[in-house]
């Protein structure tokens, strides 16, 4: 089934860049979490970052739709820098889908609400049409059986499915995924990485933390390798998991591949 | 050999019992059981033949209050006698059907109001009318009504008055506050925080005493606010600080996760906080407030002190009556009921709510 996949090392990636981030830092109180960040994310390009806890990966993407304020150098996400402003963040979170470890699908609401919240309230689509594209990306997603449930009647994996299609419902530019499959039981992170491939093989922007290592390499244009707030590392998957150039990634490879 | 399939479906065992298991079960278990069982049968025994006798054969219905001293029993004649005064006060006697029939039309309201699938613009709308409707039969002078001084309204109406309008223009001004001592903002933080911590740190009674006795000296003369209102208000800013803290424990125990989520869809502070962290806080915190809404429809007695009458005030006013002294517990027991009667339907309503709102977690 992989093969399906276009051979992503000869894909031709258009060549904007919808995330630019320039000599980023990140402090928390005196802690200096990032470290002169730089990277530049182009449309259609899938990011795999890694590295040992604490190493500020979860940090840095929540940097990108402004979970977490960084406080030296630039982030432009689809031609808008992130400052103080307000109004320029919701509009760069319109854009920017996210995906948490911990689902965070709103418990109150049924499956369908959940995916409707977003297009209704944010881009003001009418209720009919938010509902048939909801609907439409609940069917991807294999889940559209469970429309009118609660989250929490669903399994991990679902709600993990469900959360990915919320995002999907804003048809955003990129997507953030934040160890996706960190908090699932081992039998339901292969449904969950099934739709992030198909994700990936209709071209979405994806940044991903995650350890997952067939993912990385079956998905991935780029491996990114952190430790201690700083990218290391930087390599196709091939070359990052087969010839880790740094010590830190290879032992923290041999850490996770026992 | 084959093996054997043990495809039946095993029931859970029978345990139902009979009376005489059930009492072994339940009242003899063990010496201690056994000994307060039968210490409390005992009491009962003593007790409730007598109440009995004094409430239902003994007791006196619609006699006058010197027939009542020798017949023995209750006298709920000092109630079905005065039942007009204690419940309309001075209302003048002829218009009573006015405040009854605003009261019909509030309990009507309320009890549609409990459906939640009726929670639509129509009902908004039919409460608007509906309290119109109630000041004019209250206050009259449209529609051939004569105009009746608020003065007057006394007894259950005036209870009522005082704690529908006290508790829904409270919670809606206690969520404010909550929000307000939450927010990044500065300026109203303190300003929530110095509100919600003195009046936390005052009775009640001193703030009704301030709204009746001091803040009219502080108004230019000739300005008088109805005394009602100035109650109302009390009663109001006092609720509110309380139901602010208990929907800050809700809000505090909504996950950060939730918040990100509802940022990262792009959703503004408006959105978020009442599309998805408000409705899940509230929710979380309907034990409490509940509480803190039945104590203040007790609470809203205490306007005896500066002069309203309200349903209490209105049966010490008839227990005052030489006619009628002395029978002060039946004349209680009857606003016990009425009161009792407002604080369970509260309760009753908000264990129902808290079963339709439950989503399986």
């Given at each position: 089934m992989a093969n399906e996949l276009p051979d992503k090392n000869n894909e031709k990636l258009e060549s904007d860049p919808i995330v630019e981030i320039i000599d980023m830092h990140k402090w928390f109180d005196d802690f200096h979490v990032l470290k002169n960040i730089n990277l530049t994310v182009h449309k259609g390009e899938r990011i795999i970052i890694c590295g040992p806890s604490g190493s500020g990966k979860s940090t840095l993407i929540r940097c990108i739709n402004r979970l977490e304020e960084h406080q030296r150098g630039r982030i432009i996400v689809d031609g808008i820098e992130l400052t103080n402003d307000l109004k320029n963040i919701e509009k760069i979170r319109e854009e920017v889908g996210m995906v948490f470890q911990h689902f965070n699908l709103f418990p109150h609401l049924t499956i369908l609400e959940n995916l409707t919240l977003g297009p209704i309230w944010v881009r003001k689509t009418a209720k009919a049409e938010a509902e048939e594209t909801a609907m439409f990306f609940l069917e991807k997603v294999h889940i559209?059986?469970?429309?009118?449930?609660?989250?929490?009647?669903?399994s991990g994996g679902q709600q993990q499915r469900v959360a990915i299609a919320r995002s999907l419902c804003m048809r955003p530019k990129v997507m953030l995924f934040d160890e996706p499959t960190s908090a699932l039981d081992p039998e339901m992170i292969k449904e969950v990485l099934d739709v992030m491939i198909d994700l990936a093989k209709e071209g979405m922007t994806m940044l991903v933390v995650s350890h997952e290592m067939g993912f990385a390499k079956s998905a991935a244009h780029r491996v990114l390798f952190m430790d201690e707030g700083e990218i290391l590392e930087e390599n196709t998957p091939e070359e990052f998991f087969d010839n880790p150039q740094h010590e830190r990634t290879k032992l923290f490879l041999s850490q996770i591949l026992h | 050999m084959q093996e054997v399939h043990q495809t039946t479906v095993m029931k859970p065992p029978i345990t139902r019992v009979g009376v005489i298991r059930w009492a072994r079960a339940?009242?003899?278990?063990?010496v201690f059981n056994s000994f307060l069982t039968v210490v409390t049968i005992y009491f009962l025994w003593k007790i409730v033949p007598g109440l009995i006798r004094w409430a239902f054969i003994d007791s006196s219905w619609a006699t006058t209050g010197a027939q009542c001293r020798a017949g023995g029993g209750a006298c709920w004649s000092i109630v079905t006698k005065n039942v007009r005064f204690i419940i309309f006060g001075f209302f003048p006697y002829e218009w009573q059907w006015r405040p009854l029939l605003a009261m019909i039309i509030l309990f009507s309201l309320l009890i549609v109001s409990r459906n939640r699938r009726y929670w639509k613009k129509w009902l908004g709308y039919l409460w608007l009318i509906g309290l119109f409707v109630m000041g004019l039969l209250l206050k009259g002078g449209l529609f051939g009504l004569p105009s009746v001084e608020s003065t007057k309204w006394s007894g259950l109406p005036l209870t009522l008055l005082l704690s529908v309008f006290g508790l829904t223009a409270a919670y809606p001004l206690g969520v404010l506050l909550a929000l307000g001592r939450q927010s990044r903002m500065p300026a109203i933080k303190s300003l929530s925080v110095v509100y919600i911590e003195t009046i936390r740190g005052v009775p009640l009674i001193s703030l009704l005493f301030m709204s009746s006795v001091m803040f009219p000296l502080f108004l230019p003369e000739g300005i008088t606010i109805n005394n009602i209102l100035r109650a109302q208000v009390a009663i109001i800013l006092f609720t509110a600080a309380y139901i602010a803290e208990v929907v800050r424990g809700g809000l505090q125990a909504i996950s950060r996760g939730q918040y990100e989520a509802a940022e990262s869809l792009g959703l503004n502070y408006y959105q978020k906080m009442r599309l998805i962290i408000l409705p899940q806080a509230l929710k979380i915190v309907i034990p409490p407030s509940v509480g803190i809404l039945i104590s203040a429809f007790k609470d809203t007695s205490l306007v005896v002190i500066i002069g309203l009458f309200d349903l209490l005030k209105t049966t010490q006013a008839t227990l005052s009556d030489p006619r009628w002294m002395g029978f002060s517990v039946e004349a209680y027991i009857f606003i016990a009921l009425i009161y009792f009667t407002g604080c369970f339907s509260m309760s009753s309503y908000s264990r129902r709510l808290e079963r339709e709102l439950y989503r399986g977690t």
């Open positions: 559209a059986d469970q429309a009118r449930k609660y989250p929490g009647q669903l | 339940n009242l003899f278990s063990s």
